[in-house]
């Protein structure tokens, strides 16, 4: 199995695709990427925000080739830290390009959407089907069929806060991922899969 592209590729072209799907919805919509001395620090935390915000995270996940057909893996460190996240109230999606080519990513090619539905925080591999849903696991949702339902899981799992509140606890699923063993005794320099943040009003 092998790919043709990375995450930090993929997360270029899926944050615009995914920024306009929740501006269907809510106003504003920042995507933005948590680093504890930026945008966690005391000059961030004085931002006037609105009193309450709703925030989602997202991981890209690249194409693979598996046969013939597309597949997605979801590594154990994305599991670990969507189950902090969604201690939080912050939900997390996965987001899939189904380009089976860099140059594909020219045109207008379709984005799959899942969330993590596992805390067995082992690796899988989701061979992606025909119509582009998932054939094999059970430790996923999705893919989403519509941007009502992204907005209906985002309500459903979703707790609003204030910007202060959301920093805090952003902080605290950074600090709780970093010194979980899975992650210490492999990664020295924390967890390899960030997600990309998004905050609603």
Not at 73 to 96: C, D, K, Q, R, W
Request: overall charge neutral.
């Amino acid at each position: 199995m092998s790919s043709f592209v990375s995450e930090r590729t993929v997360e270029f072209y899926l944050v615009p695709r995914f920024k306009a799907l929740l501006s269907a919805k809510y106003s504003y919509v920042l995507p933005f990427f948590y680093w504890k001395t930026r945008e966690g620090n005391a000059l961030s935390h004085s931002d006037e925000f609105p009193t309450r915000v709703t925030t989602c995270a997202m991981f890209p996940r690249r194409p693979k080739v598996h046969g013939e057909h597309l597949a997605m893996t979801v590594n154990s460190e994305v599991y670990l830290m969507s189950e902090h996240l969604a201690e939080a109230g912050i939900p997390t999606f996965l987001g899939f390009p189904d380009v089976e080519a860099f140059s594909r990513f020219a045109d207008d090619f379709k984005c799959l959407w899942f969330s993590p539905n596992s805390k067995r925080r082992e690796y899988t591999l989701h061979q992606i089907g025909p119509k582009n849903g998932v054939m094999e696991g059970t430790t996923l949702i999705g893919p989403f069929e519509s941007e009502r339902a992204i907005h209906e899981h985002i309500e459903a799992n979703a707790k609003q806060q204030t910007w202060c509140t959301l920093l805090d606890l952003l902080f605290e699923a950074h600090s709780k991922i970093s010194q979980d063993d899975m992650i210490r005794t492999r990664f020295r320099f924390g967890p390899p899969y960030k997600p990309v943040y998004f905050v609603m009003w």
